[in-house]
């Protein structure tokens, strides 16, 4: 299985998401942009030589680069962070309607929306905003899980799992995160 992580819109979390699904799913991690994550996962790698590796999980940083519209194309998901701010919802909506599924003609029911450190007010954004698009949209609530990944080279099941306190901690964004890895299992099973 392939699944890629992209928006053209900086900053909106889209290593911390793909570093985190590269460790729990147990997949490779290929990425185009500089990041940490060789310095935590030894399955990380930082290339401009994008090419298709099965069991990988690729992290798109926020430009366009040819090599990775086949990545995409043979994605069995694609997962589209986003955090609510007016660039970022345009820039999303680029990157989902006009990229993605005009453009790479890939079809949105392969494509998950994942609002970063949002609310019920930015789910129902984005909810209105793709609504004739068949997207699953999924609301991650903002926490410091995502800063201490790279602070404790774990992903987010794994500081999750270190103790009880930490699963109590971050339940709410361990249950979106569960969310958004059933949703992938059920994309890429269709």
Request: hydrophobic share 40%; aromatic share 8%.
């Amino acid at each position: 299985m392939i699944l890629s992580v992209w928006n053209k819109k900086g900053g909106v979390g889209k290593t911390s998401l793909a570093y985190s699904l590269a460790k729990d799913l147990d997949f490779n991690l290929i990425s185009n942009d500089d990041s940490a994550i060789e310095e935590c996962y030894d399955r990380a790698e930082i290339t401009d030589k994008v090419t298709i590796k099965d069991d990988s999980v690729y992290d798109f940083g926020g430009f366009t680069d040819p090599k990775m519209e086949e990545v995409i194309k043979n994605s069995g998901a694609v997962i589209v962070p986003t955090i609510p701010s007016e660039n970022a919802n345009i820039k999303t909506y680029q990157t989902v309607v006009l990229d993605l599924i005009e453009k790479m003609e890939i079809p949105a029911g392969k494509i998950i929306i994942v609002v970063m450190k949002g609310d019920d007010a930015a789910l129902k954004l984005y909810k209105d905003l793709f609504e004739e698009h068949n997207c699953s949209i999924i609301l991650m609530p903002g926490s410091r899980i995502f800063d201490k990944q790279f602070e404790e080279c774990k992903s987010i099941l794994g500081i999750a799992d270190a103790n009880p306190l930490a699963r109590y901690t971050y339940r709410r964004v361990l249950d979106a995160y569960n969310t958004l890895l059933d949703t992938i299992i059920e994309k890429t099973n269709q």
